[in-house]
């Protein structure tokens, strides 16, 4: 592979797929998605199809399991899953609140 | 065509922490559109939020091939890559897709595109519309809609927005749509059919901006919703000349069905100094877009 930084490679301008590439933007949050398994559907009934809150998710920070779980380091805190939840399993709670 | 959201692909190639705004609905737009493209795609991206996405050089923040562009050269780009890859012999498996701003399409970009589409070269053109220049702090674009704040047009714009779709109509290709980031299954099913199909491919996507029309993050979903309730925005496809009517919009043919547009206008900070009659103005607006619209069908 063409490492970019190293002065003897060709070429001048590659980029390579990193996650994080603008840090952990967890730290942007002031809400934060908690999922309440008593309530959402993938838990309380193992046949239900569901992933709403996984799709609807800009980043991609929700996982596609069972039930749903958000990665912290990188969630925004914007709110959309709460708000596409259709069982409301999920509550945007401040960050300074206990978990 | 998929239906349900776990039908959709499970692997990500958007990774996450992108430099992208919380709440943005391109990114959820585009996160949806490269499952649908696939790993064996080159992007081709002039200056816009996407390539604020993108990320700052050696990083990028997805696993597809990306090609950073100027700003008016989307489509002259993509044509390039294209005849690249007809010379390698390539071009059946891999697909090109310029993706640029609602500025670098109807605005800056629209020299390169109608000559891409005259040429009916091979390739996918996807406009995510965010109706101003966002990237750049919100200025005023072919796009912005009647009476939207932007900071060049500080008592709300004159002109009421430019129908891209319509003029590439007339280029006579082969694949148009409209679709909304709200509808992440719709854009899926888009964008894999527009796969399908060999020539230029356009597809219009509605993509709602929380900084830049002025709404709390979590409303992305529902003010695009909104955008397709109220009629402001129909989502359809138009194969070979042909218009069908989306089934998210069907409804919204029949008048007494579609919102009044003061529900999606007074929830957003960019029309708040809007009059009614304004609205009227609007409304009317709208009302003659379905007319067109129902006599194409």
């Known amino acids: ?99 | 065509m998929i239906t349900r959201p776990d039908d959709l692909p499970e692997e990500e190639l958007l990774l996450s922490g992108t430099r992208s705004c919380a709440g943005c609905s391109m990114s959820l737009m585009y996160r949806t559109a490269i499952k649908a493209l696939g790993k064996n795609t080159i992007i081709t991206v002039p200056a816009s939020c996407l390539t604020v996405l993108h990320g700052l050089y050696h990083k990028q923040s997805v696993l597809v091939n990306v090609i950073h562009t100027t700003f008016e050269t989307t489509a002259a780009s993509a044509s390039g890559i294209v005849a690249a890859l007809e010379a390698l012999g390539l071009d059946e498996k891999i697909t090109v897709v310029g993706f640029a701003g609602d500025g670098g399409t109807s605005d800056i970009g629209i020299q390169g595109l109608s000559g891409a589409a005259e040429r009916n070269t091979n390739f996918i053109y996807a406009c995510y519309d965010n109706e101003m220049y966002s990237n750049t702090g919100t200025q005023r674009s072919g796009q912005t809609p009647y009476m939207a704040y932007t900071t060049t047009t500080p008592h709300g714009k004159l002109e009421h927005k430019k129908n891209i779709p319509m003029i590439m109509l007339a280029h006579n290709i082969p694949y148009i749509a409209t679709t909304c980031a709200s509808y992440p299954l719709d854009v899926f099913n888009k964008f894999t059919r527009a796969k399908q199909f060999k020539g230029t491919r356009y597809i219009h996507v509605l993509a709602p901006c929380p900084p830049g029309w002025g709404y709390p993050t979590h409303e992305s979903i529902e003010i695009g919703k909104l955008a397709v309730r109220t009629g402001i925005f129909p989502l359809y496809e138009i194969i070979d000349g042909k218009m069908f009517l989306s089934k998210e919009s069907e409804p919204y043919l029949d008048p007494r069905k579609r919102l009044p547009v003061a529900d999606y206008l007074k929830k957003q900070g960019r029309f708040k100094h809007i009059t009614q009659q304004h609205i009227d103005t609007y409304q009317e607006y709208v009302n003659g877009q379905w007319d067109f619209i129902s006599k194409m069908l």
């Not at chain 1, 003897?8 to 603008?22: C, D, L, N, Y």
């Open chain 1, 1 to 99: 592979m063409v490492n970019s930084r190293d002065p003897k490679s060709t070429i001048a301008a590659v980029q390579h797929p990193t996650v994080g590439e603008a840090g952990k933007t967890g730290t942007w949050r002031t809400f934060r998605p908690v999922i309440d398994e008593n309530k959402c559907i993938l838990v309380t009934s193992p046949k239900a199809r569901c992933h709403t809150c996984w799709m609807f998710c800009p980043e991609g920070n929700i996982s596609k399991t069972r039930p749903p779980r958000v990665n912290y380091d990188y969630c925004k805190g914007c709110g959309i899953c709460a708000q596409s939840c259709p069982h409301d399993a999920i509550a945007m709670r401040k960050e300074e609140d206990e978990p």
